[in-house]
């Protein structure tokens, strides 16, 4: 569902002319206008849910750049000033020496490009000439070939075309070229701390050197959960505002992590990361798409919290019903009951990576409700999974990407699983999850999360497990003997017995 506000740059945006614009903005606002107070409301997290009196006497100038900024899919006005100015990003370092994925990086450019995602958007308009003087607006309904999204990530690292590119990472690979980010990279996934700090004496530019798509090495270390390395790169300077092409920077990647290692530590490194300036209002991968909602997703609550203490942005239903907060649903639903607009606001974000199915939401209330659903139940939410219920929401639908059973049992929410079951929730219920069709509850259970308590509960309730998926042809058995786990799948073999009578 698109930002109400949205804005394309043109192909030669003025760079005044925007300055002007958060005149304009902050000139109508202080007059009173309801389009100003609402554009405020959308884009400015801090100030959303002030009563508008307190709203308009707070709002600065700042305030007005940050909402044209938001409005045009930037993070802050400094980063919308800099690309106006046409200052050229860094070109990146290679540190994967496996051509295949860097063709994998490319495919992610062309999904996100379908979606409309405003980072791939600019990537294409900055390295793929045929697209250097056209508009956003254009370079969205532009078929974008693989071969172009190639070219894109080629010249994106300094390289004329793709052939030139492909022999500098197979020499990378033969030892016959070095890439000093590479040696550091490599440092961080050994988790070898002497050799990082030696990289960076040799080369202090690396620390905030900008790898492929943009990924810096104080991103790799949190995604790789080398927290001590990642301290030691913001003792060298490491910039925690630095984000990749997606607009992703650290704070996503340590909620992306969760509960992953010593969550104290997580934690602490997290509040490092805010007092070094870190924006929590970041977004990557479309409007929404904050630290809180990467959290979120995946159903770190603890991490969810820490960063809601700071701001909860977005404000929606779903983040609402993620975080278990009943005051904050409230806000959504007028005196009989109806979904208010606001419920489905910045849901531009629906998934932390391009693996993920590419989704064209609708403001259908039906949609909202039942998207807000999953978001709770991965989060074990039962008070919220009960209020949405009671507002209407399916407890088997399935928007994007699985049912609110799939995403409890993938979240190890035994008590938001037995909750549901009780509630009525199809035990064998099958729905697309990610490229898999016909995904049942006692697939999630056997496969991805691996849990053998959830698979017998479902067994007694009397889940299917014959079902077979649609994209592999396989049943729960299958899928827990293709994940190699034992387990679920002795719990399987034992419902098979039992039922033949061997």
């Not at 590119?165 to 590479?182: D, K, L, S, V």
């Amino acid at each position: 569902m698109p930002h109400p506000y949205a804005q394309d740059l043109p192909a030669s945006p003025d760079p005044e002319q925007q300055r002007k614009c958060a005149k304009d903005l902050l000139k109508a606002l202080r007059a009173g206008a309801a389009e100003a107070v609402t554009r405020f409301r959308y884009s400015h997290p801090r100030l959303a849910h002030r009563p508008d009196a307190e709203l308009v006497a707070a709002a600065k100038l700042s305030d007005a750049q940050w909402v044209i900024a938001r409005e045009y899919g930037f993070a802050s006005w400094p980063r919308l000033q800099a690309h106006l100015a046409g200052e050229a990003p860094e070109i990146a370092r290679p540190f994967e020496v496996e051509l295949q994925y860097y063709r994998d990086r490319a495919a992610g450019i062309r999904s996100n490009h379908r979606t409309g995602e405003a980072g791939s958007l600019r990537l294409v308009q900055r390295f793929h000439p045929r697209f250097a003087v056209a508009s956003e607006a254009e370079i969205r309904a532009a078929d974008l070939s693989q071969e172009d999204a190639e070219l894109v990530v080629a010249r994106s690292h300094g390289f004329d075309d793709w052939d030139g590119f492909a022999g500098r990472i197979e020499a990378m690979q033969a030892g016959r070229a070095q890439e000093p980010f590479r040696s550091a990279f490599e440092a961080i996934r050994g988790d070898d701390r002497a050799a990082l700090a030696a990289v960076l004496a040799a080369h202090p530019g690396l620390v905030n050197a900008r790898g492929t798509n943009g990924n810096r090495l104080l991103m790799l270390a949190i995604s790789m959960n080398r927290l001590v390395l990642a301290g030691d790169l913001l003792d060298a300077g490491a910039d925690p505002n630095l984000a990749n092409d997606k607009g992703w920077g650290p704070l996503h990647d340590i909620a992306y992590g969760g509960g992953r290692g010593d969550r104290e530590a997580r934690l602490a490194l997290l509040d490092r990361l805010i007092a070094a300036g870190g924006l929590v209002e970041a977004e990557a991968y479309g409007d929404g798409g904050t630290p809180l909602a990467v959290a979120l997703f995946w159903g770190h609550t603890t991490m969810a919290e820490r960063l809601a203490a700071e701001v909860v942005a977005p404000l929606n239903l779903r983040i609402a019903a993620g975080l278990g907060r009943m005051d904050l649903i409230a806000l959504f639903f007028d005196a009989d009951g109806g979904l208010r607009p606001e419920a489905g606001h910045h849901r531009g974000f629906y998934r932390p990576h391009s693996g993920f199915p590419e989704w064209h939401m609708t403001d259908s209330p039906q949609e909202i409700l039942d998207e807000a659903l999953t978001w709770a139940a991965r989060s074990g939410r039962i008070e919220a999974m009960a209020a949405l219920l009671a507002r209407g929401a399916d407890i088997d639908g399935a928007p994007h990407n699985g049912a609110a059973l799939h995403w409890a049992l993938l979240s190890h929410r035994v008590e938001a699983v037995d909750w549901l079951i009780g509630q009525g929730a199809d035990v064998s219920r099958g729905v697309p999850w990610g490229d898999t069709a016909n995904v049942t509850p006692l697939h999630m259970a056997a496969g991805w999360a691996n849990d053998p308590r959830a698979a017998s509960l479902l067994l007694d309730h009397g889940a299917d497990t014959t079902i077979r998926d649609r994209t592999y042809d396989s049943t729960p058995l299958g899928w827990a003997e293709h994940f190699g786990h034992p387990e679920v799948a002795a719990v399987l073999k034992g419902k098979s017995e039992s039922e033949t009578g061997a």
